[in-house]
C-alpha cells in the first residue's frame, strides 16, 4: 500500500504565494510521473502540472509561468510553488503519483487534496 500525505494549502490574498507538498511512502519500487490536479467547485477535475522521472514538465495555461512543481526524489516528495496567485486558483488540489510497486504494479495513486483558498 502507498500513502500520500498533502499539505501547504490554505487562505492566500489574491498575488500571495503558496507551496504545496506531498510526500508517498509506503511499498514503492520506484515513482514515475507526479503531479498536482486541482478541482473548482461545480467544475470539473484538470491538470495543474506534471513531472516526469526524467524531469518533462507540463503545465495548465492558466498556471504557465505562476506555478513550478519540483520533487524531491531521495524524499519521494513533489511540491508546486503557486506565485502571483488568483481567485480563479481557488480549488482543492490533489496530488497524483504513478508508482511502481514493490512487487513491481504499476499503480496510481491520489492524495486527499488540500484546499486552496485565494481571496480578492
Known amino acids: 500500500q502507498v500513502q500520500l500525505v498533502e499539505s501547504g494549502g490554505g487562505l492566500v490574498q489574491a498575488g500571495g504565494s503558496l507551496r504545496l507538498s506531498c510526500a508517498a511512502s509506503?511499498?514503492?519500487?520506484?515513482?514515475?510521473?507526479m503531479g498536482w490536479y486541482r478541482q473548482a467547485p461545480g467544475k470539473q477535475r484538470e491538470l495543474v502540472a506534471v513531472?516526469?522521472?526524467?524531469?518533462?514538465?507540463n503545465y495548465a495555461d492558466s498556471v504557465q509561468g505562476r506555478f513550478t512543481i519540483s520533487r524531491d526524489n531521495a524524499k519521494n516528495t513533489v511540491y508546486l510553488q503557486m506565485n502571483s496567485l488568483k481567485p480563479e486558483d481557488t480549488a482543492v488540489y490533489y496530488c497524483?503519483?504513478?508508482?511502481?510497486?514493490?512487487?513491481?504494479?504499476?499503480?496510481?495513486?491520489w492524495g486527499k487534496g488540500t484546499l486552496v483558498t485565494v481571496s480578492s
Open positions: 509506503g511499498s514503492i519500487k520506484g515513482i514515475n510521473a
Open positions: 497524483n503519483v504513478d508508482v511502481v510497486t514493490l512487487d513491481y504494479y504499476a499503480m496510481r495513486y
Open positions: 513531472l516526469t522521472s526524467g524531469g518533462s514538465t
